[in-house]
């Protein structure tokens, strides 16, 4: 290869089009920091030991997108000065670049450019004698023939990858353990890829699983939005990161489906939810590292300027992640680590992609402040710790490279397994089985070599059935799970393949089982279906269940017609056949359902599953059925289960518009056993007119049911119905008059119009609750726009039915000119204007307050929160806020509040659909099929509408309304903006490590709940009552709930108000932890129902898995402080793995 050496850097010190233009198209570049990398150097703060330094930098590379060493230290890069997009008539530029440190000073000193003119490669790895680069369409291998350092042959190894989206195109290409090349692609790519075994299709985002030399091409999983990582640990289980999600570390099996996969009813989630956007993967380990770095796993949050650290355990079939110390982060904006790896010397290496401006939708492709020249390679290595040298591969005899396997650096293995793959296969199967007669069995690494030469021979297309089977019986479960994947892979040449995947069933290990029925769910028999489905007896964990629900689901076409037909019963167990069937797209599973139920004599837990099941499935008579049998007498019943069960069974009736049989004996056994809430929702949902004078009784009573049976009157309808609700439409009691207005709007919505606009003058109107409804079709809005004709509104209340209209997603100025009118408001509101947006910027930078501006956030007029998570935290509708500060420039910042559908985020347009009975919904689409739609509306809510009930369906705006922040004053919304633009940063609006509890639902205030009180104590609140309501809440961004503003109740015992909120720990792996709460003092514990005694805010406690509950009351009275923050923290030595919902 030839290689240029280049002098010392000379860094130049100004973008050249900072100043090239004063135009309104610039808009504000004053924020552009000098690109001096010593200037970016001086913000970087790295853990204590630890040190960085300039690797490379432009003008050696200018954009590095993908990198990887070779086996000789040198470092391949993918360069594009072109991306995002090119321009017409530019030309493509972009590179693979050779970067070498040859003094070893830790700096590259020679640059070769190997292969130009390419169009934004997004991917690179060397291997096979050249160089494997993603580019656009094809994956392409370059090789060098003459040894001038520069490619001069291509080969088009695969083509028909999508292109639709170019940071979504074929990337992150890695070498795995097992001689495969693995390739990502992303939620918009739809590849069609040539194959000599067929075309083989990723639609969407996934994992392709690629072997050069046989061509075999077959999709590893799929899902993701944009997996811009990918990597294998020390034991050959699978790793990976989302760039555009926010789940942190994502644990990766084959056949698994993940967040964004077309058409998918279930998916995996992440290890970290309510991370940022991580880019990238490495696992961390060899010598230079301290002990405690080695297997730590690192990813760019290229958003949030840092590069992160997790520690990733072990946990029943899958793992655990949590986030530790950072690698490296900085307070620079243009610094984004979007590449991480290993380097031959122990270092770590960093892709710096330097770029102030990382949007993509949301920020102008065009934009002046997206830098094309710039990027830069950082080093970090451990202070005073010696570097490791690199092994000469070329000149090692084959013996040699196996001893290299037992080496604990990552790269030094594969590089000696890549290497093997050049020798004679016949030599390589026979030097491996020889070193294998020679291993130490008393050596600690005994297990994990034997399987490291498993590995080594799959490189060369061997498998050795002996050796794998010594490796299926290994003590260490975790090689019985890597072979356990290597023998389904060549499960063609490993005779007996099926009885060591039916033995894995049964390992004791849940990572072993879980291999093993991802093995038997591609034989596609009913034995497979068997021996996998049997493994719902043992203990499941999300990944073990997936992984069996996948399976069945995919071999539906195998069990389910012998189900059917009554010749296969998945051995007579009625948990593993509802599991079955409930993992299918089936309507017709009801009759098979009912059945089974009909021979469950003895009440068991599964029967109340099939009961509530067959209200999914069945029909008329099915869903009689069920009822009778959770209501059949002389039987012994967890009422409470066959209550919530019955419940149920009426939702869905009601959802499928289906009245079972018998309904009015239902209705009897309901009357007869007492249970007069399910007597309540029948009749109203069954139209049951004998029991309609009951719910009458119950309307007027004082009653814990009684907004329950007013809710009601709306479907019972009737002259007695229209009476009723028109006197409680006038009541005092806010929860009352809700329920009334809500239930007229039902039977006669000119007169809940009119009640409406009555409410909307009193102080404490409930239009929140009942507005919405009414501007949900269009008759409502028109008669409402009648109704407001002349009439006159508090300010407040008038600012209030703005708001609700504005949030319903519907253009609707007319109405909101009405209310504006009645209010008596000023028509003025925030028009951005090119001066305006300066300003506001200044003052951002010099005035603004983060901690008001969080104050404002959480007002809940604005509905941040009900809309926007952070970190988790928070709604659905629209993106999560926890690195917008990071990522987001002022000025988009502004112009997204002021102007919300300017530009609008990919996949959160919303859509409004019209129904066949006139209501309109609007929200974003979640799911999509031939038979339904599910929208997330901006109620934060899921509603599914069937297709069939469609009559209008068109794309909308944004679901944040124009004018949003027209109330703000102008301080508060600089106040706000300096919120958000802190989001991410270094310092107290980045999200901390530890593990504070941040959602929560907090008890509203009602007649019933305070009837519950009174009479029964406030131990109630810690249990499940039927007749509360609990209402989302959520914590600050520094973890505290402040508790001045939660609802409180007072029982009548007690001069003390209470407030009472709630939140649940999923424990995953059981063991020991402390519950710690800051300022405790007048705060009642309650775990899982029993009341916990606090010692200095904290109680130590064991959890063995499952979710278990904390609720907590706050005695508003005499507290020292306004804020509580809740945190659990794993105690001593203690294995407990958790996270809080």
């Known amino acids: 290869m030839q290689t240029f050496y280049l002098p010392q850097l000379a860094f130049v010190t100004v973008l050249p089009f900072v100043f090239a233009s004063t135009t309104s198209a610039q808009r504000n570049l004053t924020d552009i920091p000098d690109p001096d990398p010593s200037v970016e150097k001086a913000t970087f703060f790295l853990p204590e030991g630890f040190e960085a330094n300039l690797f490379a930098s432009d003008p050696q590379l200018a954009k590095p997108i993908h990198m990887n060493f070779d086996s000789k230290g040198q470092l391949w890069v993918a360069s594009s000065e072109v991306y995002p997009q090119i321009k017409p008539g530019q030309d493509a530029t972009d590179k693979i670049i050779v970067l070498k440190d040859t003094t070893g000073d830790g700096k590259a000193d020679a640059r070769t450019v190997f292969v130009d003119n390419l169009l934004i490669p997004t991917g690179v790895v060397p291997g096979d004698g050249g160089v494997y680069v993603a580019n656009s369409t094809d994956l392409i291998h370059y090789s060098d023939t003459d040894g001038d350092g520069i490619a001069d042959r291509t080969r088009i190894v695969l083509s028909g990858f999508g292109t639709e989206d170019t940071h979504h195109l074929l990337h992150t290409l890695r070498w795995g353990p097992d001689g495969a090349l693995y390739m990502n692609q992303s939620i918009y790519i739809h590849s069609h890829v040539e194959t000599p075994s067929g075309v083989k299709r990723l639609l969407g985002g996934g994992i392709w699983r690629f072997r050069p030399e046989t061509m075999e091409l077959e999709i590893y999983c799929r899902g993701f939005v944009n997996p811009w990582g990918h990597h294998f640990d020390y034991w050959g289980q699978s790793f990976a990161t989302d760039g555009a999600f926010v789940e942190g570390i994502n644990y990766v099996f084959p056949g698994a489906v993940y967040r964004a996969a077309p058409n998918e009813p279930r998916f995996l989630a992440g290890l970290n939810p309510g991370s940022p956007k991580h880019c990238g993967l490495e696992i961390l380990s060899g010598r230079h590292l301290p002990e405690q770095w080695r297997g730590t796993m690192v990813a760019n949050d290229f958003r949030g300027n840092r590069v992160c650290r997790f520690e990733v355990t072990e946990n029943n079939a899958g793992y655990s992640s949590t986030q530790v110390t950072e690698v490296i982060k900085s307070s620079h904006v243009a610094f984004r680590p979007i590449d991480v790896k290993m380097g031959p010397d122990g270092a770590i290496y960093v892709a710096d992609w330097y770029n102030p401006i990382i949007q993509h939708g949301e920020v102008d492709f065009r934009d002046e402040r997206r830098d094309h020249v710039h990027g830069r390679i950082w080093r970090i290595t451990a202070k005073d710790r010696p570097l490791l040298k690199l092994p000469d591969y070329d000149s090692l005899s084959v013996f040699q490279l196996l001893d290299l396997l037992r080496s604990p650096e990552n790269w030094v293995r594969l590089y000696a397994k890549l290497e093997l793959k050049t020798r004679d296969p016949a030599r390589v199967i026979n030097a491996t089985l020889n070193w294998l007669s020679r291993l130490d069995k008393n050596s600690e690494l005994y297990q994990h070599n034997r399987l490291e030469a498993a590995w080594a021979l799959q490189n060369v297309l061997h498998i050795d059935p002996d050796l794998v089977g010594q490796l299926l019986k290994s003590p260490e479960h975790r090689v019985r799970a890597a072979a356990m994947r290597l023998a389904s892979v060549r499960r063609d040449k490993l005779p007996n393949a099926n009885q060591h995947f039916q033995t894995g069933c049964q390992d004791e290990n849940p990572r072993v089982r879980l291999e093993a029925v991802r093995a038997l769910a591609e034989n596609e028999d009913l034995p497979s279906v068997s021996a996998l489905a049997r493994v719902l007896r043992e203990p499941m964990d999300r990944f073990l269940d997936f992984a069996i629900w996948r399976a069945l689901r995919d071999n539906r076409d195998v069990w389910l017609p012998k189900v059917q037909s009554g010749e296969f019963t998945f051995g007579g167990d009625a948990s593993q056949l509802l599991f079955a069937l409930r993992s299918i797209d089936n309507s017709n599973v009801g009759q098979t359902l009912t059945a089974i139920l009909a021979e469950q004599e003895t009440v068991q837990a599964s029967g109340f599953e099939i009961a509530t099941a067959i209200g999914e499935y069945g029909d008329d008579a099915s869903i009689q059925t069920a009822l009778l049998w959770l209501l059949k007498e002389g039987r012994e019943f967890d009422n409470e289960l066959a209550k919530v069960s019955s419940l149920r069974l009426v939702a869905s009736s009601i959802k499928r518009n289906i009245k079972p049989r018998g309904a009015i004996e239902i209705a009897q056994r309901y009357a007869a056993l007492g249970w007069h809430l399910q007597l309540l929702k029948a009749t109203a949902a069954w139209d049951l007119e004998e029991y309609h004078s009951f719910v009458y009784e119950t309307a007027e009573s004082n009653s814990d049911l009684q907004t329950e049976a007013i809710a009601a009157l709306g479907s019972v309808k009737g002259d007695r119905a229209n ?27 000119p007169t809940a119009i009119t009640a409406q606009v009555k409410d909307l003058n009193r102080e404490d109107t409930i239009a929140t609750e009942t507005l919405p409804k009414i501007l949900a079709s269009n008759k409502g809005q028109d008669l409402l726009l009648t109704a407001l004709q002349g009439a006159k509104l508090p300010p407040d209340n008038a600012k209030l039915a703005v708001s609700i209209t504005r949030a319903t997603g519907n253009e609707l100025p007319a109405l909101i000119t ?109 799911k999509s099929d031939d038979n339904s739609i599910q929208l997330r509306t901006a109620k934060d809510e899921l509603v599914t509408i069937q297709r069939a009930d469609i009559d209008l369906q068109k794309q909308s705006r944004s679901l944040m309304p124009d004018g949003t922040v027209d109330e703000l004053t102008q301080n508060e919304l600089v106040n706000l903006i300096a919120f958000l633009s802190q989001l991410g940063k270094i310092g107290d609006f980045a999200l901390s490590k530890q593990r504070f509890a941040r959602s929560w639902q907090v008890l509203q205030f009602s007649p019933e709940s305070h009837r519950v009180l009174n009479r029964n104590g406030i131990d109630s609140a810690s249990k499940d009552v039927e007749v509360f309501q609990w209402g989302n809440h959520y914590a600050t961004v520094q973890g505290f709930i402040p508790t001045g503003r939660l609802p409180r109740i007072a029982p009548h015992t007690l001069d003390n108000p209470f407030s009472f909120i709630r939140s649940n720990l999923e424990v995953t792996q059981s063991g020991e932890l402390t519950i710690s709460i800051e300022h405790a003092d007048n705060i009642l514990l309650w775990l899982n129902g029993k009341p916990t005694p606090l010692t200095n805010g904290k109680t130590a406690v064991t959890l063995p898995i499952g979710t278990h509950r904390i609720v907590l009351g706050v005695q508003q009275a005499d507290r020292d402080s306004n804020n509580i923050r809740v945190n659990a923290i794993p105690a001593g030595e203690s294995n407990i793995q958790f996270q809080w919902d």
């Open 723 to 749: 009476s009723l609700l028109t006197g409680l439409v006038e009541s005092d009691n806010a929860t009352i008059r809700s329920a009334a207005i809500t239930a007229l709007s039902s039977i006669s919505l």
């Open 818 to 926: 009405a209310f504006r009118n009645a209010g008596n408001l000023d028509e003025s509101g925030w028009i951005l204007s090119a001066s305006l947006k300066s300003e506001l910027i200044n003052q951002v930078i010099n005035q603004g307050d983060p901690y008001r501006g969080q104050d404002i956030y959480r007002r809940k007029n604005l509905q941040c929160m009900k809309c926007h998570g952070i970190g988790g935290a928070g709604g659905k509708v629209g993106p999560d806020l926890i690195s917008i500060g990071a990522s987001a420039p002022v000025d988009y910042l502004i112009e997204s509040l002021i102007s919300p559908n300017a530009k609008i985020k990919e996949n959160f347009h919303a859509v409004q659909v019209l129904d066949v009975n006139g209501q309109i919904t609007s929200g974003i689409i979640i």
